[in-house]
C-alpha cells in the first residue's frame, strides 16, 4: 500500500490500525521492513537534492549538524542586499556540500512547508490524529555519526527513502516526557547494550515513542530519510484548560492571604482551603467544554497544506455579472449576525446582507447595483468578498 495523502492505515501498512494503538502507540518501537516503492508519492532523494541546490531554503529551513550539536548558521550561509532589501539566512550551496562532504547532517526542518506530498500528508494525519504534525528531512553521507544520544519529546515515524541508516535504540530514562522535559545529556549514563539495533533501508518505517533514547550511524551508503513527528495533546493541556477556567470564578482570584510564604501557621489553613476549591472547581467541569477549549487551540494552530491559488483573475466591479457556484448554502443567524455556511466553513456577515444572500442563494445573477438591500457601495463589498471566498463566479 503507497504512503499517500490519505490515511495513517497507510503510513503503518501492512500492519492494522488496531495492532498500532493496542500495541505500539506510547509503548514500544515498531520497524517495518518494507519496499522503496511504498514511498513512491513522496519525494525522492534527488528531488531533496535538487530543492537543496536550487537555493530557495533559507535558515532555518536548511541546517547542518555535526559531533552532536548544530553549526552556526553563519558557517553555512549569506547575507544578501538587494536594493533596500537585505536578504540574511540564504544558503551557500557550495559550504554546504563541503560540510557535508566532511560528515555534517543536513536537516530541513518543517519540510511539509516546502514540499506539497509531504505537507498534504502531515495535513492528513493531523485531520486523524488530532494531534500537532510536523516533517523533518535528514541527509547524512556514507561512514558519518548522526546525531549523538538523545531522546525526543514527540511520537516519531522515520520513513526511509534512500540509503540506509543504523539506528541504536535504548531504554527510556523517563517515561513518556512531555514536550517540556527535553533529553538533557547532563547525568545521563547511556546503557551498555541498547534494547536493540537495526539497519533502515529504503522503504522502511521505523516508529519510536517519545523518551526512547537513539543514535544513528551511517555505513558505506548515505542515508536519506523523513521523520513524521507528533506533538502528542497530553492530559496535562486539558487539564490546564481547567486551571485557565478557574480564572472565571471569583473565588479564585482573590489574594492569597498576607504572610503565605514564611508563616507556617498562614501555610497550614492555606492546605485545606485550597482542597477545597480545587474539588468545587473540579466537581463543576464540564468535560466537554473542557474538550472544545482544548480542540480550538489545536484546530487553531494544525498546519494547513494550503490551497488553491489564481493570479490570471480580475477584481469584481459594478458591471461584473455574477451567480454563486456549486454547493449547498446555509443560512442562518447568530448574535445579530447572519450566518453563511458551505460545506465545512462559515462566514459571519452583517445581517443587512441576508435579502442579497438569499437572492444569489436562490441561483439569481446579480450585479453590485441590483442586490436587494444594499447600496452599489456595499453590494460591491459583498461580492467581492463572496468572490475572494470562491462563493460566486462570473456569469
Known sequence: MEV??????????????????????????????????????????????????????????????RGGGFLPPESFTRTVRQGDALFTGLPDVA????????????????????????????????????????ANVYLTPGNAAGFTPHYDTHETFILQLGGAKHWRVYAPPLTLPHQSQPFSPEGYKLPAAPLFELDLEAGDLLYLPRGFVHSTTTAESYSAHITIGVTVYTWIELAAELLQAAKEKPEFRRALPPGFANRRDVQAGIKPELRRLFA?????AEGTELIERLSRKAQAIRFDAGG?????????????????????????????????????????????????????????????????????????????????????TEA
Open 308 to 392: 488553491s491559488f489564481r493570479s490570471d483573475i480580475s477584481l469584481v466591479g459594478p458591471q461584473t455579472r455574477l451567480r454563486r457556484t456549486a454547493g449547498d448554502w446555509r443560512i442562518g443567524e447568530r448574535e445579530r449576525s447572519l450566518i453563511l455556511a458551505c460545506a465545512d466553513s462559515s462566514w459571519t456577515l452583517p445581517p443587512q446582507t441576508r435579502p442579497a444572500v438569499e437572492a444569489i442563494a436562490g441561483g439569481r445573477v446579480v450585479q453590485a447595483n441590483d442586490l436587494p438591500g444594499l447600496s452599489p457601495e456595499s453590494g460591491l463589498t459583498l461580492l467581492r468578498f463572496l468572490h475572494g471566498k470562491g462563493l460566486v
Open 95 to 134: 559550504q554546504i556540500e563541503t560540510e557535508y562532504r566532511n560528515g555534517a547532517t543536513i536537516s530541513l526542518p518543517g519540510f511539509h512547508r516546502v514540499s506539497p506530498a509531504v505537507g498534504a500528508l502531515a495535513a492528513a494525519l493531523a485531520d486523524e490524529l488530532d494531534h500537532a504534525i510536523h
Open 280 to 284: 468545587a472547581l473540579a466537581a463543576g
Open 4 to 65: 499517500t495523502s490519505g490515511r495513517f492505515a497507510a503510513l503503518i501498512a501492512p500492519l492494522s490500525v488496531d495492532t498500532f494503538f493496542a500495541e505500539h502507540w506510547e509503548a514500544k518501537p515498531l520497524h517495518l521492513r518494507r519496499d522503496v516503492n511504498v514511498y513512491a508519492a513522496l519525494p525522492t532523494p534527488l528531488e531533496i537534492d535538487e530543492i537543496i541546490a536550487s537555493g530557495v531554503l533559507r535558515y532555518p529551513s536548511i541546517q547542518l549538524a
